[in-house]
């Protein structure tokens, strides 16, 4: 008999134990970033009216342009790992990816430039204030994933 009363007595206890961390996991859970596509440079900018759909357009059309050239860089890059045996074929695979890494900075560069023609001195300044902590997350990008995961 004492023994079915301690059984139950444990049985309670688990259970508010796990309701206890399911009720913690939910209420501190990190906050859930949007997706890249739908972060938008004109309301971190503080765009209004016509510059703000029209910076909207412009980071739509990069965004899109940016895709292509990085799935081009991936195709590039895989068939130039498939040519270990033809190395002229490899120099040129080369040159195409260096053409295609000088095109994605190039069109990064001015996709910025674009931007700012739309920005006021203190918009310039919130550009600039994000694009020195890209560069800083570029240059830091933290510690590597666990092994096993992508």
Not at 61 to 79: A, G, I, T
Request: one cysteine or more.
């Amino acid at each position: 008999m004492k023994s079915e009363r301690f059984y139950k007595f444990s049985i309670v206890i688990l259970v508010i134990v796990n309701v206890g961390m399911m009720v913690f996991m939910w209420v501190n859970r990190p906050p859930k970033m949007p997706p890249p596509h739908e972060q938008r440079l004109s309301l971190m900018l503080g765009l209004k009216g016509e510059k703000q759909s029209k910076v909207d357009d412009l980071e739509k059309k990069h965004h899109e342009l940016k895709r292509e050239l990085v799935h081009r860089d991936v195709e590039l890059h895989e068939e130039l790992f498939n040519e270990f045996n033809d190395r002229r074929k490899a120099d040129s695979l080369l040159k195409l990816i260096d053409l295609n890494k000088t095109d994605i900075e190039k069109m990064t560069y001015d996709f910025f430039a674009d931007i700012s023609t739309y920005c006021d001195a203190e918009q310039k300044r919130k550009l600039n204030e994000f694009l020195t902590g890209a560069f800083i997350k570029m240059r830091n990008p933290g510690p590597p994933p666990p092994p096993g995961r992508p």
